[in-house]
């Protein structure tokens, strides 16, 4: 168990209507219930006349859908035939946005005022506005980049606890407007419409028309209260040309999934499908809290193929304590091997062919809670001082590492690169914590070369390094306690909130630093972190919100011009989620995107992955690939494909079926490569295209 707890992922520009179609599920477990716009019974727009592929229940050519049979029903408006437009730069994107696309000319509306909740006369008073005093938008931030086909956030708001009568949602794009009418509610929230087979799934038909980052979408929320109208309150986010297609992995400790409850475990959710998460890796041989048994730690190689984990039973006298690898299935995961060397939080290749065991330089046992065992890394917890070694996860047998056995004794939180030819971690011998190493690393030859550091902050401690897929990046924290973590319980009574003795919640904020470079600069991922000119723009403000972020992590694919990042933060989420931030069910899944080839701090606010149970304590996401598909079967890219071709995409459905790259054609976006030659020059809307950790991919800066 984290004892700060005790108390094949893909992104895909092609878009998934088997994955996207299905109606949404609010991202908070049953505690994100609001007022929503009815019944939703509206009808969709009846394709009429040529020009322009239809999508979902939306019409071609501009006819109006039959009126809804309950408050809350759509009035849908088709769009008309395809046309190309520019757009202008949004801020901190490439000149000319880079995902801009042909569309629909005239903008499709989702209408849910005209047969909604609220009477014409109240509408009229919501459109016409008032004052925006008193009334700001919480969540989501102003900036934030998402891909498309993962769920709708929920639209959150700040009135300072007025209830309102009624609420006016809106959303509007070159080509597409969605205007939302939601009845009187007291939780300052609404959550869009998502019935995709009525045509009216508002964030879904947003991400669908969106020309990408040079098409902002504003959105706006306005109320009425008492007859008195504020706002609209205005702010504008971007959908990135790339869907989540793969799985998610995290760890998670108040669950009810899992198998006893509330323990941990580590669950798999697929973005964008509106069924909860499921218990990945539980295991039921126990009585549940506090004696477990838990599994935590855990890691993934970047093929999805091999998770390492913990697993620690604290029944007294007979409790044990071991490190584990797992075969990965789309269901389950198989045991391979049992015993391992401290694999918890070890460094996995990316083929999962080898694991560099996480070496531990100092005990750092903290009371009866986690005891001096073997095998028990706690977090960071160790018997003894076991070295870095270099393991085969299906035999346990340890490989011969040249270059590195007897040099790098304790190397923490290793991890590969995706391509294979580095390892970063910090090197506890030199630095006490407060340094990372880089060496590279020939896998034919189990060799390693060229060790050197690459950061050191006297008075920081760095933690968690990740590469980016082009391996040119390392993401890692800095953070202020040497145990890397965001909490710990009392070191003399195994105390824990909301006990007043338990230590608060500590602080961390994300860096990146480009390996590729003499200079070596570190660069603090403000934005990301919450920070906009210097000042706080998280909803609670710096003292509560800002240096909550741990655990990053980086989806293995890049897409849409941007890399993917996952990290855990304890920030407040919007009104939902407002708890005190020692309390460690603050701990969620958050994610922000990163600008592919920009210079200094290209990351954006992120968002809260929706889809994760609420206010569990979920940490440390892996994100990978589901395994393969073999020719012949469906697809929707070629990174679901064992060859990494998807042919005969269909336009209107995008689907095509997985094979094998005809000779003498050049890759399309997303289909397997191994230098920038192999890729076609541009992508379909003339966007260059370079080879990127296997794949052809867009680049935000060309």
Same mark, same amino acid.
């Given at each position: 168990? #984290? ?37 939703? +019974? ?5 394709? +009429?006349? =040529? ?33 190309? @437009? ?24 989702? /209408? ?9 006369? +109240? ?15 919480? $969540? ?47 939780? %300052? ?25 040079? #098409? ?28 989540? &297609?793969?799985?998610? $992995? ?25 069924? %909860?998460?499921?218990? $990945?890796? &539980?295991?039921?041989?126990?009585? =549940? ?93 160790? &018997? ?7 393991? #085969?996860?299906?035999?346990?047998? +340890? ?6 056995? =007897? ?9 590969? !690169? ?18 990372? $190493? ?7 030859? @189990? ?29 890692? @924290?800095?953070? /202020? ?5 965001? %909490? ?29 470079? %003499? ?35 980086? !989806? ?82 070629? @990174? ?58 867009? &680049?935000?800066?060309?």
């Amino acid at each position: 168990m #984290d004892r700060e707890q005790f108390s094949r992922f893909g992104l895909s520009t092609a878009f998934t209507l088997g994955i996207l179609s299905s109606a949404i599920l609010a991202a908070c477990s049953g505690a994100s219930a609001s007022s929503g716009p009815g019944g939703n +019974q509206g009808g969709s727009g009846q394709p +009429q006349g =040529g020009g322009g592929g239809s999508f979902g229940g939306f019409g071609n050519s501009g006819t109006s859908g039959t009126s809804g049979n309950n408050a809350g029903g759509a009035l849908i408006l088709g769009g008309g035939g395809p046309s190309s @437009t520019g757009g202008t730069t949004a801020p901190g994107m490439p000149d000319g946005g880079i995902n801009s696309v042909s569309g629909p000319s005239q903008p499709p509306l989702i /209408d849910d005022c005209t047969n909604g909740p609220l009477s014409a006369a +109240q509408v009229a008073q919501l459109e016409k506005g008032g004052s925006n005093a008193g009334l700001k938008l919480v $969540y989501p931030y102003d900036g934030t980049v998402f891909p498309r086909g993962i769920l709708a956030p929920i639209i959150q708001w700040d009135q300072g606890g007025t209830a309102a009568d009624g609420v006016l949602v809106t959303m509007t794009s070159k080509k597409f407007t969605y205007k939302g009418c939601f009845g009187a509610t007291a939780d %300052q929230r609404a959550t869009l419409p998502a019935d995709s087979a009525k045509g009216n799934d508002a964030w879904l038909a947003a991400g669908q028309y969106s020309e990408g980052t040079s #098409d902002p979408v504003t959105i706006t929320v306005t109320t009425l209260a008492s007859g008195n109208v504020v706002g609209p309150v205005t702010e504008t986010v971007y959908f990135a040309l790339a869907s989540l &297609t793969g799985a998610i $992995y995290y760890n998670t400790y108040n669950s009810t999934l899992t198998n006893p409850a509330n323990v941990g475990a580590v669950l798999k959710i697929l973005p964008g499908q509106p069924n %909860q998460p499921t218990a $990945y890796l &539980t295991d039921p041989m126990g009585g =549940g809290p506090p004696f477990g048994p838990c599994i935590s730690c855990h890691s993934l190689s970047a093929n999805g193929a091999v998770m390492t984990a913990n697993r620690h039973n604290y029944t007294p006298i007979v409790g044990s304590f071991e490190s584990r690898s797992y075969q990965v299935g789309a269901m389950s995961p198989t045991l391979m091997m049992g015993n391992l060397p401290e694999a918890g939080f070890s460094g996995i290749y990316p083929d999962g062919s080898l694991i560099m065991t996480n070496g531990l330089a100092d005990n750092m046992s903290l009371s009866a809670f986690f005891p001096v065992e073997p095998g028990q890394p706690g977090a960071l917890d160790a &018997t003894g001082t076991p070295p870095s070694k270099l393991v #085969d996860p299906k035999t346990g047998m +340890q490989v011969t590492a040249n270059g590195w056995d =007897g040099v790098q004794l304790h190397a923490e939180m290793p991890m590969f !690169s995706p391509d294979g030819k580095h390892i970063v971690y910090n090197n506890y011998d030199d630095g006490k914590g407060h340094t990372l $190493y880089m060496a590279d690393f020939d896998q034919p030859s @189990t060799t390693f070369s060229n060790i050197h550091k690459i950061f050191e902050d006297d008075m920081n401690y760095a933690g968690w390094p990740f590469f980016t897929p082009d391996s040119k990046l390392v993401i890692f @924290t800095l953070g /202020d306690q040497e145990n890397f973590g965001s %909490q710990l319980p009392n070191p003399g009574t195994g105390a824990i909130y909301p006990d007043p003795t338990a230590p608060n919640a500590f602080n961390a904020h994300l860096m990146s630093i480009d390996v590729t470079t %003499q200079a070596l600069t570190p660069v603090p991922l403000d934005t990301a972190n919450g920070y906009l000119n210097g000042q706080s723009y998280l909803p609670a403000g710096k003292d509560r919100d800002n240096e909550r972020d741990f655990y990053p992590t980086v !989806s293995p694919v890049a897409a849409g011009g941007f890399f993917w990042v996952f990290f855990t933060s304890r920030r407040t989420y919007g009104n939902l989620q407002t708890l005190d931030v020692n309390d460690p069910r603050t701990k969620a899944i958050w994610v922000t995107a990163l600008s592919i080839g920009g210079t200094g701090d290209t990351s954006h606010p992120a968002f809260y992955l929706p889809g994760q149970e609420f206010e569990t304590g979920n940490m440390r996401a892996f994100a990978a690939l589901e395994p393969c598909k073999e020719d012949g079967s469906a697809c929707t890219s070629g @990174t679901e494909c064992c060859n990494g071709f998807c042919s005969g995409i269909d336009p209107t459905t995008h689907v095509g079926s997985c094979g094998i790259r005809p000779p003498k054609t050049c890759a399309k976006a997303e289909d397997a490569c191994k230098v920038d030659s192999d890729c076609c020059p541009t992508d379909d809307a003339g966007h260059p295209l370079v080879c990127i950790a296997g794949y052809c991919s867009v &680049t935000s800066f060309n």
